[in-house]
């Protein structure tokens, strides 16, 4: 996976690499003044020490006895290395050289953080704050693709129920398709106030169905409905019967979830997104 995010209008990028998070040091030198290359920073001998030691803590497969040999020439000036060579010597895993469409010079969070004091003590500051910033958004996108998620998977027990309970054998496949609409339906009046078509026509130049513009709340509420809609379907209970009860646990539920301060916030910054994905 692969990311942007902008430090002092310097465009960075951010990949994964093995599950770990690394950041593009190519990138980063576009923000220092002057004519600097990323093994002019190699070539310190502070560098080597704290990566020396970065990967004596992360990595032990790390090669000692080559690091050895490169920290008693750091900060020579006949000293130079790239980073290749540097990876290739120590089997070091903080720096990563790449080719390809996003090729160039990565470094793992805690060594592109200290590239950056490099650069400035600012761009540092600017840089951490945008990384914590990044993965923050993640996680929120991360939750909502799981109750995304959770959704489905109710909505399979859902409709697994009303196979095995509802749909007799001798059935067209026209005759089944109105069946699941029709139990849709009973959750989309018992939570909407009205089925699929019904907010077709009244929206009907909005793309998708009603579900789609569903807020948070009324997501949980759906989920935990469609489970309990699958409960009632397999005790044989009618369908007037579950969508009076499905009603009535919609409006206890709404209550309690748009009461919730937490659950607010989370719908306003989930809106907010949405919305910027839309535009």
Known sequence: MTNKIFVGGTQITVTTIEDKDYISLTDMIKAKDGSFFISDWLRNRNTVEFLGIWEQIHNPDFNYGEFAVIKSQAGLNSYKISVKEWVTKTNAIGLRATAGR?????????????????????????????????????????????????????????TDAIKENLIPVELTSQQVNQVYASEADVLNIALFGMTAKQWRDANTELKGNIRDYANVSQLVCLSNMENLNAVFIGEGMPQNERLKKLNAIAISQMKLLTEDHRIMTYEEKSRGRVQGERQ
């Open 102 to 158: 996003y090729g160039g010079t990565y470094a793992y969070k805690d060594v592109a953080f200290e590239f950056g004091m490099w650069i400035s003590p600012e761009f540092k500051i600017y840089l951490i704050k945008e990384f914590e910033r990044l993965k923050a958004e993640e996680q929120r996108q991360l939750g909502w693709d799981i109750k995304r998620n959770l959704a489905k998977i109710n909505y399979r027990i859902h």
